[in-house]
């Protein structure tokens, strides 16, 4: 599956953005999909979870409460909703997709996606 990552950019701490991944090439539905970011210098880490429904989600520790993964099959587009954005939020956030099957629905491990979006830059500034 092909993987389009947007909706990056700058603001002011506190504030919000949406990124969206759409999908192509495969059938949206038999994926589950997640949300990566990578600081300048860190490794690339998990954010967020969602199985191929929508009805299970799971987030990393320092961003719950304030950060929403979402999904609309019949757009084949996959969101992340970024509340009260902190400057610690500031990377590239990756969308990746990881095929329907008897396992997890995420994997905070990288290296269990192998297909990735581009990634859209995030910056917060202070």
């Known amino acids: 599956v092909q993987l389009q990552a947007s909706g990056g950019g700058s603001v002011q701490a506190g504030g919000s953005l949406r990124l969206s991944c759409v999908a192509s090439g495969r059938t949206f539905g038999r994926y589950h999909m997640a949300w990566f970011r990578q600081a300048p210098g860190k490794e690339r880490e998990f954010v967020a979870g969602?199985?191929?429904?929508?009805?299970?989600?799971y987030y990393v520790d320092s961003v719950k409460g304030r950060i929403t993964i979402s999904r609309d099959n019949a757009k084949s587009t996959v969101y992340l909703q970024m509340n009260s954005l902190k400057p610690e939020d500031t990377a590239v956030y990756y969308c990746?997709?990881?095929?329907?099957?008897?396992?997890?629905?995420?994997?905070?491990?990288?290296?269990?996606?192998?297909?990735w979006g581009q990634g859209t830059l995030v910056t917060v500034s202070s």
């Open positions: 969602i199985n191929w429904s929508g009805s299970s989600t």
């Open positions: 990746a997709a990881l095929p329907y099957g008897g396992g997890y629905f995420y994997y905070t491990n990288s290296k269990e996606y192998h297909d």
